[in-house]
């Protein structure tokens, strides 16, 4: 079956947003095993509309359009959609009802030109927009069925998941039950983790569990994508599929599914009922601007401390700065974060010293990495060399550190060499 | 004239990158008084490739293609150039030999899949990229020159930039010398921007000043594009009409050009050998990761504080939380900068604490923000009360916090009443 998606609407098409909405739709449709062949971006304009929508309805089984549905003189998709399926545009009765509560809920009487978004191409078929006043609809133009959906992320993430996903699995003839699941993890690059799970899609001979990835540096993603008959036989199929992924990522993976590495290392502090207090210096917040904000965080965060000189560091939780004459040390984090804990009467502290280059930024610049956490119990540390310039060492510490800590909550080594740092000679990696 | 865009490869048409390469180049058109009228995505695919540059072909006067100019066998662009041209391959010679010196200027020998890269198109036209090995190119497809780029965004930019607008410039025969100039600005709307800058375009009434803009909250970009017969023509245009959108824009423009707040911020201190400490609560270590990390500041940025309960803000600069039974207010924002300062030995402290409101993330869901800064010689303040969920706090005060630390730097009002703040009834407001 052959997919294609017109984007329109000027703010996409003269850049003034980035088009997220597609990224996301085709993401969305290769989860569950479509695919998106061609996608066309036009501005709100009609010969344009118009000549997208036939070219799309000429080569295409379905298409999806974005954008388009709104009150406005600009919104000029059911009114182009009407004219290349060669039917006028009609009221829908259904729609205009649906609006009119929509504003009667909020206690607001409904603008007169809302009613605009209740014509539809006669014919077509409704599709739920539970969440806003723009009205999904599906038409047949060319030889495509065309899914109109609204240019709002939130509205168009619903009606593509719960409304046109399932139709055009249907039409595609493609099994009923979808599932998705992901694994997150840090410190294996992408082709790596290919060669770590060469074979587990196979484990399933049929060919219904799809393997995949998406890197957003630091962190990687690994899905996998499966097809069945019902729920049950997904699970049946995905069971031994998802445990060999677990064995083969070990202690790489930190998250799954819906759930971030700030938010693991928060639930695990939770439920020891913990508070932590982070120092941090070149990483400068990152590492408190990722986790004190979140929900719950105000009983478990309890101090974070942004110094850019070691001596300010070690100021801020009481200790000699002169104690440590050969700068950022493994011996240095862990007098570092044992001191913080002490200062701040927290039961955990992470301290993430880094030491950058000096000079200018480029691909080269490195920092070496120094990571200790404390408890009362006792002080655990690393030492790691990353290159690849200012951000590149800033967003990795940032990582490797909530990561460091996630693995010492977990009762995992901290320390296992990762695919992004350098290996240093030994004189220098023993300092 | 009408310009199109081809964006080619896999991993945008499948969403696993983001298509910014695309809101880039539009963006830059945009700029210079060019506009993109159709864009098209297509995967590595050499039958929707050779479609899309056909159909390209036929309507556009120019098109900018985007990726495939790689090394490796799914790098289509030349093959199908060439093919929807009706011409044969031939090796440059020229793209040869400045590929094998830029391999051997990092010391390495060239593989011999790279030649592949110098294969143009018979009598294509180089493009010069002095950063990669992808070689541009120029070729006429149907009745459209096409531009060949690469995907890797910064080889794309400095094409873009140096190779293609020039002669996209000279094919619509609009005047040579452009320039565009921006203004970045915090507390003002788009629309209530675009009603306060109402004329300044027409103050040169020939109609080659545009007045645009870009919002990505918390900020406002407002742009001037000017269009003239040489930098200087260009030069006298703007000189008006700039210095009226700072008179009209006032105390708001936080900084022009390629400068950040941030980065303006930070030149303040620098200009008078200041240094700086920073205690936030709900920002938590936002303002601090916004700035501590940038070249230049391990001598101005002392100490950041995070926390997320006010007494441990208080306890964090050695002052009694039992002195504050009223929570954030402005006196206790006033007493916790002014303490920060002594606590650390710095010449200024900001101070940026919140009381956020109860319950869950909505869009009604807000927080009370009190901001003060502390130096020697004396103690600003100011209190906002901000609604939007979660982030848009966030986010509105962390650049509240570093605007009104701008604005005391340079003499300006830290109180002056924006936008995005909610209205409190006086009682409140004076707490």
């Known amino acids: ?127 739920d927009n539970p969440i806003g006043t723009a009205c999904g609809f599906a038409v047949d133009i060319g030889k495509a069925r065309f899914f109109f959906t609204p240019g709002v992320p939130r509205e168009l993430r619903r009606m593509l998941e719960e409304q046109i996903i399932p139709r055009l699995l249907k039409k595609s003839g493609m099994q009923a039950a979808i599932f998705l699941k992901r694994f997150h993890s840090y410190g294996i690059g992408e082709s790596h983790a290919d060669a770590l799970l060469a074979g587990v899609a196979e484990l399933v001979p049929d060919g219904t569990v799809k393997l995949g990835f998406r890197a957003h540096y630091p962190q990687l993603e690994t899905k996998l994508t499966v097809r069945g008959r019902d729920m049950d036989d997904v699970r049946r199929k995905l069971a031994p599929v998802e445990q060999e992924v677990r064995k083969r990522l070990g202690n790489f993976i930190l998250a799954e599914d819906d759930h971030t590495l700030e938010g693991v290392v928060l639930e695990a502090l939770k439920s020891i009922s913990a508070t932590l207090t982070v120092v941090e210096m070149f990483t400068s917040g990152q590492i408190a601007a990722r986790s004190a904000h979140l929900p719950g965080a105000e009983r478990v965060f309890r101090r974070g401390i942004v110094a850019r000189d070691l001596g300010e560091a070690c100021g801020a939780v009481g200790i000699d700065p002169g104690s440590f004459p050969e700068g950022v040390t493994r011996e240095t984090a862990e007098a570092v974060a044992r001191a913080a804990r002490r200062y701040t009467g927290s039961t955990h502290a992470l301290a993430v010293l880094i030491e950058i280059d000096e000079g200018a930024d480029r691909l080269e610049f490195g920092g070496t990495i120094c990571i200790a956490i404390a408890t009362a119990e ?47 000679d030994p004189v220098t990696r023993d300092r």
Chains 1, 2 share one sequence.
């Open 1 to 127: 079956m052959r997919i294609e998606v017109i984007c329109t609407g000027d703010e996409v098409l003269t850049g003034k947003i980035v088009n997220t909405n597609f990224s996301y739709i085709t993401q969305k449709l290769e989860d569950v095993g479509l695919s998106v062949r061609w996608e066309t971006t036009v501005g709100d304009d009609r010969e344009d509309l118009l000549l997208a929508f036939r070219l799309a309805g000429e080569r295409a089984d379905a298409v999806i359009v974005n954008g388009g549905l709104g009150p406005t003189v600009d919104d000029l998709s059911q009114e182009i959609a009407a004219k290349a399926a060669g039917v006028e545009l009609v009221l829908s009765e259904e729609w205009l009802s649906k609006m009119q509560e929509y504003f009667a809920r909020r206690s607001r009487v409904m603008p007169p030109n809302n009613t605009k978004q209740a014509m539809l191409p006669a014919g077509a078929e409704v599709l």
């Open 378 to 424: 006792n002080v655990v540390s690393r030492r790691s060399r990353v290159v690849g310039g200012h951000d590149w060492v800033r967003l990795g510490a940032t990582e490797m550190g909530l990561d460091c800590l996630r693995r010492y909550l977990k009762g995992l080594p901290v320390h296992e060499r990762i695919d992004f740092e350098k290996i240093e």
